[in-house]
């Protein structure tokens, strides 16, 4: 860097400096005529005195004296514009000189010294209206001149102080726009790249690449020159750097948040690549009352729909989710979902939705950095903390340093699916502070109306939430909802079966609707029941209106109890008995599963052939998702039909009730013979050799090959299992040897894993069963 250092006399040197920088002022002005300003080869001659620009240099030396600063810098002299090398250097150095400087003096030379308008003292200062009106506010090289110094002082022409940065801020921000927490110095990287760009809108340069190039600074960009390009071409490299910067910052900071995230949870997860959207034409007035709301800058800050199982709230958060996201609005997404591992409880609810807030909103990171900082241990604590130190805060911190802070909205899908009550509860509650924070975003909620969540509603303020009950929308909307799926479905069926054009004809349509409405779970179960390749489309739907007609059922039996029955046709009561069994063997397991597995896994862990599983699921691809690929796990299409096998009335009337409890315990009982198979769980597992290896440098396909995806169930659930049964541990029973040969194994693969902390949560599990059965005397009896 080179500066100018005063002389005695008057008299100015040159000096470069490379290391130990001394404390310099900087200069921050308007170019005249080029032949006007003093150059680099003046001040080496000793010329250039006569040049109306010497002045300039004669009143930044004047005010460094004042200020005790020997050195300044003037870029008019300072930098040797005939090397393109060093002009290079220069320019992308430039930010950071500013940034450095001790005092920046910005020299306007067309505005007067501090005085009344003499004709009307109430009229404003002559200066403020000229500072208002400065060409230096157009200039593009003055942004970034403005912005990166800590302290900046404007001076008339005269040579008389008007203000410092901090004094006249509000005049700067409303000649400039540019936020006032920027200039008052906060990092430029919690604004957005499109506000950040919105500071330079109008500024001109001489050359115009010199638009593109004064902003490497405020982006924190560095690259080559090359004068010539044009404006477009220079401003088009600069938008590749930024966004090559945004997303190195992104997988930087994600990485080393490191926060747990719950796989699969947000709206476009592969796993749910497939799932159904609204139909254009249907749910068209609440969508407009759902954009509304979004809209309405006095909105309230939940939007909680709500309905009974089956009415498709699920397909309509998914598309809005799929809304927002095209319009740049949505912020995160959890869609719960139980029996799916971390989607159906909330210890990862809040990392993965800060998570995806860091890649929508990058101005977010510093501060979620600085939360993981302070405590790495944060994804593990309480929910309150979670949500205040890795959303909240961060959020409030954006909406109070941001003039203009951006619209999120968060869609949370099915929150009566989370495990435990006392989570609902808990995320209610924190969710509700968002009304009276200041905060920027928005939440939309859905839900069935299950107490828990009907309580949590009423517990908060008045103005928290709007509310719509989505089986109370008017029966004709639904019908006419439902007419079109049915139409657009069935369409599909006559194509690819190559039926009459006239099927199914105008009355069955009408008996389809009529038998579905409000539950659009019955309208898609029944066309995936009639669509399977292996049946007669027409057969199944006359199947599906003939039971209809004869039966007077339950909602939930008339979905599912027409695909069921089809199973025991043309048995005798024998091989009903068995086929019911061989139901509940496995379809019973897949229903309480606390995440999905595939047929092999499933085959591997109940001990039968895979064969076997594939049989007794083959009917079933109406209210299963059951993939092509026998190592893709088999999934519920809807929870409604967990529901309706569980169902405690059904118990002693259907061959396919499922007694919860008794499954729970088989499961329990199948992971720990699993677990203790020979080879299975040992030390070392994977081979390494090395006692003190790191995790994160052992290859996960390392891990998935010695542990397969049966038996990290195993390791991960067979206590919720355990649990679940209201089973009791005793003295030498299947537990007690289990975790006397192989505690130490089965930590092991838990740290593997990556869920040691996880295993401490079991432990405790653990003890509270064993004390359980110490209260009521069963320890040590197994009877």
Known sequence: MRLVECKDQGDFSLVEHIENIPRYAILSHTWAAESDEVTFKDLMEGTGKNKAGYDKIRFCAKQAASDSLQYFWIDTCCIDKSSSAELTEAINSMFRWYRDATKCYVYL?????????SSDHNSPLIWEVSLMRSRWFTRGWT????IAPASV?????????????MSLERHIHERTGIAAEALRGN???????????????????????????????????????????????????LWEEIDKSSRGLTTQNIDLAKLPTANGASFDSHSDEHTARCLANTRVELKRQIKKWVDDPQGKSIFWLNGMAGTGKSTIARTIAHTFAADDHLGASFFFKKGEGDRSNASRFFTTIATQLMVHLPELMPWIRR??????????KILKEQFEKLILQPLSQICQISSQPPRVVIVIDALDECEREEDIRAILRLLARAKDEGTIFRIFV????????????????????????????PQVTIEHDLSIFFKHELAKIRE????????PGSTRLRSLVNMATPLFILAATVCRFVGETRGNPKRRLDTVLDYQAVNQVSELDRTYLPILDQLFDDQDEVERGRLAEEFREVVGIIVVLESPLSSVSLASLLSIPKEDVICRLDSLHSVLNIPTNEHTPIRLLHLSFRDFLLDAKKREKSPFWIDERDTHKRLATKCLQLMSRSGCLRKDICNLKKPGTLRKDINSQTIDICLPAEVQYACRFWVSHLEQSNSCIYDHGQVHVFLREHWLHWLEAMSLLGNTTESITMIITLQSILEVGLLYGTVGNPD
């Open 109 to 117: 030379s067309d505005v007067p010294a501090r005085e009344h308008n």
């Open 143 to 146: 942004l970034q001149e403005l």
């Open 153 to 165: 002082e404007f001076f008339s022409r005269q040579g008389d102080l008007l203000g410092s940065k």
């Open 187 to 237: 990092p430029l990287s919690y604004f957005t790249a499109k506000e950040r760009m919105s500071w330079a809108a109008g500024r001109q340069t001489k050359r115009e690449e010199d638009g593109a190039y004064s902003l490497l600074g405020i982006f924190d960009i560095h690259m080559s020159l090359i004068y010539g390009e044009g404006r477009k071409n220079a401003f088009n490299r």
């Open 371 to 380: 939360a993981i900082e302070a405590d790495p241990t944060i994804s593990e």
């Open 446 to 473: 859905t839900s069935r109306p299950e107490l828990p969540i009907r309580l949590g509603f009423t517990k908060m303020a008045a103005g928290t939430y709007q509310d719509l009950i989505l089986h109370e929308v």
């Open 496 to 503: 690819e079966r190559s039926l009459p054009l006239d099927w």
